[in-house]
């Protein structure tokens, strides 16, 4: 499963040289994984209701071409490892069918009451099962 998220680049996103900050990828990134969240059936929101929040473990950045104030990119996210206790997450830039960045998340699945790992794939199979089915193998 693949998740594409359209994104107008703000001028209080560039730096400057005219170019969005490497600052501001992470804040892309996040953006379109709630919208692969969503996507794959629940909000961030009703996540964190029923008691599981998802703290970042690991950020990656790549960096290939400049994206520039106006131009719409579009976030594709995927899953790419997955487990009862983590999952990590694929971000690519595109703009004009051209990558201009690349970068990955890995996320811990923990209480929102004690922030121990929980057993995702316990605690809400259904769930689990749906990114179990999203997870790509070509990396």
Request: glycine fraction near 4%.
């Amino acid at each position: 499963m693949k998740c594409e998220t359209k994104i107008i680049a703000r001028y209080a996103e560039t730096d400057q040289m005219g170019i969005i900050h490497h600052s501001v990828y992470p804040v892309w990134y996040e953006a379109a994984r709630t919208d692969f969240i969503k996507y794959a059936g629940i909000t961030y929101t009703q996540l964190e209701k029923m008691g599981v929040m998802l703290p970042l473990a690991e950020l990656t950045c790549r960096y290939f071409r400049p994206v520039h104030y106006e131009d719409e990119v579009t976030v594709v996210t995927e899953t790419i490892k997955l487990s009862a206790a983590k999952i990590i997450f694929r971000y690519r830039v595109i703009l004009d069918g051209e990558l201009m960045a690349e970068g990955t998340t890995t996320h811990g699945f923990v209480s929102s009451d004690t922030f121990k790992p929980v057993n995702l794939k316990k605690l809400m199979p259904e769930f689990y099962a749906k990114l179990s089915e999203s997870v790509v193998t070509d990396e």
